[in-house]
């Protein structure tokens, strides 16, 4: 916590050597962040940048009310969500209960696999299935947050999670490493 209140004071008062200590601690993070949400990885790393400026010139707002890094990830989130809003990749679905019959029906959970293979997975996603799978699954948001935050129906944001599980479904059962229903060596 005092290594988080000399970072934050430091660039409180714009000390550059300061600003790049915070880069360097928190960027590598963030970007993997950025990257859940943003396909291109130079689009990714743009919006990183975004996010680094309001960070540097929004940080007289961080009050230690929660830890530094979770600050952080909200504002990468939130500049990430803004840049997806411009695209709407959610506007072309169906409503959930219009693929009710193509649902998997079971609640079969992802096997353990590798980071960097299940974050390639998310990667190929169609973006709208991408933003709302990573806020539900892994930021924890709920469907009615999710609908707010991205202006859209709680329906839509029900069925680009479905979606988007179907397709990870689909990508692990055809995919041959996992074949003979264990991954294969490396991917672990």
């Given at each position: 916590?005092?290594?988080?209140?000399?970072?934050?004071?430091?660039?409180?008062?714009?000390?550059?050597?300061?600003?790049?200590?915070?880069?360097?601690?928190?960027?590598?993070?963030?970007?993997?962040?950025?990257?859940?949400?943003?396909?291109?990885?130079?689009?990714a790393?743009?919006?990183?940048?975004?996010?680094?400026?309001?960070?540097?010139?929004h940080?007289?707002?961080?009050?230690?009310?929660?830890?530094?890094?979770?600050?952080?990830?909200?504002?990468?989130?939130?500049?990430?969500?803004?840049?997806?809003?411009?695209e709407?990749?959610?506007?072309?679905?169906?409503?959930?209960?219009?693929?009710?019959?193509?649902?998997?029906?079971?609640?079969?959970?992802l096997?353990?696999?590798?980071?960097?293979?299940?974050?390639?997975?998310?990667?190929?996603?169609?973006?709208?299935?991408?933003?709302?799978?990573?806020?539900?699954?892994?930021?924890?948001?709920?469907?009615?947050?999710?609908?707010?935050l991205?202006?859209?129906?709680?329906?839509?944001?029900?069925?680009?999670?479905?979606?988007?599980?179907?397709?990870?479904?689909?990508?692990?059962?055809?995919?041959?490493?996992?074949?003979?229903?264990?991954?294969?060596?490396?991917y672990?």
């Amino acid at each position: 916590m005092q290594d988080e209140y000399v970072l934050v004071e430091g660039c409180r008062r714009q000390d550059r050597i300061v600003q790049r200590q915070l880069y360097e601690r928190f960027a590598g993070k963030l970007f993997v962040l950025c990257k859940r949400y943003i396909k291109d990885p130079d689009e990714a790393e743009d919006v990183l940048q975004d996010a680094f400026v309001k960070i540097y010139r929004h940080i007289d707002s961080f009050r230690f009310e929660c830890p530094l890094e979770a600050w952080l990830k909200r504002i990468v989130i939130n500049t990430a969500l803004k840049q997806l809003r411009k695209e709407k990749p959610w506007e072309q679905t169906v409503d959930v209960q219009d693929m009710a019959p193509v649902l998997p029906q079971a609640d079969e959970s992802l096997p353990a696999l590798n980071y960097q293979y299940l974050l390639q997975l998310i990667q190929e996603l169609p973006p709208g299935c991408r933003t709302v799978f990573n806020l539900y699954a892994i930021e924890g948001y709920s469907h009615p947050e999710i609908s707010e935050l991205l202006d859209i129906a709680e329906g839509t944001s029900k069925s680009q999670y479905s979606r988007a599980r179907m397709l990870l479904q689909q990508k692990l059962q055809s995919d041959k490493r996992f074949a003979d229903g264990r991954p294969a060596e490396g991917y672990l």
